[in-house]
């Protein structure tokens, strides 16, 4: 059975990869988490029901745990989501990104480096290091641009972006330099089931289902590119499959929304799934200050990995949002454990009077 070294599998996308390499039979999954604010308890007890699965809690910049990792386990992959990744808080503490997104990265790969190096040569031929980025590394879009493609030029604006891109050169380099068998994919806005409430869908869900405010940044016009979550996953699976060491894959839903429109489209979901008395959740959208070094537009050509390793998503954004909804909807439980004073602490500092914790 193939053996995967998961980083970050307590994570929004890390989570759901595991939770479909262990269901659909992909493998079997050793998955390293620091168990940040970002890592559920709830999604690490949803994975422990699975046969084939590990956890270890560290950090992925621990140079001696991951050397003893791999040693013990062997791993056929490592597949490299840990990462900080919330952009409004690497304005506030943008060192916590370079610690993890830079530096551990790089002790990650110097790790790696050194077991791949000591494996039998056919095993190295077959070993491979999927490096999970973003297409933020690519920086804002003019409104007629043409979307992102793998050799568009790196344009980091935010210090999350920076660190990724950072993180990317680095793994480029690893494989330049030293052979490694890097692949790196840039993936455009996911959302769907166990994504932090901190980011656009799933706070506003959150938000609303507690009748709070919604809040959206400046003028609600900025556009992303939107792609459910499982379809994110199965092209990083494809990726470990055939996708060709050295190489990047772009991957996007080819779903470009403005801020505004996502929620709007949110909140007639709500308004038919989960209708309150008295509440009309249109009437909760709520423009505040905008982001500083906000980017305008992601736009994400996926036509390489369309092509070259037959990948498409599966999901609309109509059906991938209506399961992110239900799911939502019918994991309260989780949501509510969001609810802690860290939770609350960093609402109130970054939203200020603007709104409260859900309730
Ligand atoms: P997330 O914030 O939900 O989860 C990150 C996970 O990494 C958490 O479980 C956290 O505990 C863990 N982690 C953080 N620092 C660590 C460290 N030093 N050592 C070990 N574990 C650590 O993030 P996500 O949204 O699931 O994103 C996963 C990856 O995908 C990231 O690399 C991100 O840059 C990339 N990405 C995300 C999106 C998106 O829309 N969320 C889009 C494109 C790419
Ligand atoms: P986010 O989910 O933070 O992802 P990213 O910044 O990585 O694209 O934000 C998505 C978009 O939603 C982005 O343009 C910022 C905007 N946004 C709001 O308008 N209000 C919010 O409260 C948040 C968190 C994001």
Redo the contacts with the bound molecule.
């Keep these: 059975m193939i053996k995967f070294l998961v980083?970050?599998?307590?994570?929004?996308?890390?989570?759901n990869f595991v939770r479909l390499a262990l269901t659909e039979g992909w493998g079997a999954v050793l998955n390293?988490?620091?168990?940040?604010?970002?890592?559920h308890p709830g999604?690490l007890a949803m994975l422990r029901r699975y046969p084939n699965y590990q956890f270890v809690h560290?950090?992925?910049?621990d140079r001696a745990l991951v050397a003893d990792l791999l040693q013990t386990i062997q791993p056929d992959a490592v597949i490299?989501?840990?990462?900080?990744?919330?952009v409004d808080r690497s304005i506030n503490s943008p060192q916590d990104f370079i610690?993890?997104?830079v530096v551990?990265t790089a002790n990650l790969l110097e790790e790696v480096k050194a077991y791949w190096q000591q494996r039998p040569s056919r095993e190295q031929d077959t070993f491979r290091f999927i490096h999970?980025?973003?297409?933020?590394v690519y920086g804002s879009l003019g409104p007629t641009d043409p979307p992102f493609r793998e050799n568009t030029p790196y344009a980091p604006n935010s210090p999350?972006a920076a660190s990724?891109a950072a993180s990317d050169h680095l793994v480029r380099a690893y494989h330049h330099t030293y052979g490694l068998p890097t692949l790196t994919?840039?993936?455009?806005?996911?959302?769907g089931p166990y994504?932090?409430p901190e980011?656009l869908i799933p706070l506003m869900i959150c938000q609303a289902l507690a009748q709070q405010p919604l809040p959206i940044y400046g003028d609600g016009q900025n556009v992303r590119d939107w792609l459910y979550v499982e379809d994110?996953c199965r092209a990083v699976y494809r990726v470990w499959q055939k996708g060709q060491p050295g190489q990047t894959y772009n991957i996007g839903g080819n779903c470009e929304k403005t801020n505004l429109e996502v929620v709007q489209t949110l909140c007639d979901l709500l308004q038919t799934r989960y209708p309150q008395p008295n509440v009309n959740y249109h009437s909760l959208i709520t423009f505040v200050g905008d982001r500083p070094g906000h980017d305008r537009r992601y736009a994400i050509d996926a036509s390489k990995i369309q092509q070259e390793l037959g990948w498409q998503p599966q999901e609309t954004f109509t059906s991938g949002l209506t399961k992110t909804v239900e799911w939502y909807l019918s994991h309260q439980d989780w949501v509510q454990a969001v609810r802690t004073a860290d939770y609350s602490a960093w609402l109130a500092s970054h939203y200020g009077s603007t709104l409260s914790a859900p309730h």
């Design positions: 980083t970050g599998g307590g994570g929004f996308i890390g989570a390293l988490d620091k168990m940040t604010y970002a890592c999604t560290g950090d992925v910049g490299h989501f840990a990462a900080e990744s919330h610690q993890t997104n551990g999970i980025s973003t297409d933020e999350y990724k994919t840039n993936c455009s806005n996911n959302y994504q932090f980011k994110h």
